[in-house]
């Protein structure tokens, strides 16, 4: 079935370096694509989108990137702070249904 | 800011107990939603609501599952006989529009369920 998910389940990166989280999903006929931040003990939220008509897209500090030729999306994080820990989802925009999740890669940050 | 906000933030329950998750989602949104997190493990969609009905729904959100909208601001998740696999965290999420149109659903803290 198609799916949502991503590379890696875990990711190091020390305090000031730039952050690349991957994702990749089976679904081409996908459009919408979101990237979520949830910290311990709290709900996803929202930190950038992208549609399927754009390849780039940033933020403050993010960037969102899509490849829709090998169907990756990947979430670039500049200059990663303590505050940036987190587990980040990738997920699939889905009309009435929301959204469907990717299962999450695990960010830490090493002082 | 506003936000969404959740009722229980922890309920313990017996299995095959009945079990009410509360939600109060942001005032001027349109659609509902539930979904479940198992613990180490991905955000998963149960249910949309809008217009005071069902738009989706899942195939965990089973006939022991059902939600409710009693009033203009609650928004209520039923769990009518609990098992030990609904152990979870549930969040309620709500947005101006429909998920798939701007993806930015805003989630509440999510109200962790033990079925003991």
């Known amino acids: 079935g198609e799916s949502v998910g991503l590379h890696l389940p875990t990711l190091s990166v020390q305090e000031g370096d730039n952050s690349i989280i991957n994702c990749a999903y089976s679904?081409?006929?996908?459009?919408?694509f979101i990237w979520y931040k949830q910290e311990s003990g709290k709900g996803p939220q929202f930190i950038i989108d992208?549609?399927?008509?754009?390849d780039k897209r940033q933020g403050q500090r993010v960037t969102v990137l899509l490849n829709k030729t090998v169907k990756h999306l990947s979430l670039q994080i500049a200059a990663t702070q303590p505050g940036d820990s987190a587990v980040y989802f990738c997920a699939e925009g889905g009309g009435a249904d929301g959204l469907t999740f990717g299962k999450g890669t695990h960010l830490i940050i090493q002082p | 800011e506003p936000e969404v906000t959740q009722t229980p933030s922890h309920q313990v329950t017996q299995m095959g107990q009945e079990v009410i998750l509360r939600c109060v989602p942001i005032?001027?949104?349109?659609?509902f939603y539930w979904y479940r997190q198992i613990l180490g493990q991905k955000v998963e969609f149960l249910v949309s609501f809008y217009n005071n009905e069902i738009s989706e729904k899942s195939e965990i959100f089973d006939d022991q599952f059902s939600v409710e909208r009693p009033d203009g601001s609650n928004f209520t998740l039923k769990i009518r006989s609990t098992k030990l696999e609904d152990s979870a965290m549930y969040f309620c999420a709500s947005s101006p529009l429909a998920g798939g149109s701007t993806g930015e659903l805003f989630f509440g803290e999510g109200s962790r369920l033990t079925v003991l």
């Open positions: 679904n081409s006929a996908s459009d919408y």
């Open positions: 005032s001027n949104h349109l659609y």
């Open positions: 992208i549609r399927s008509n754009m």
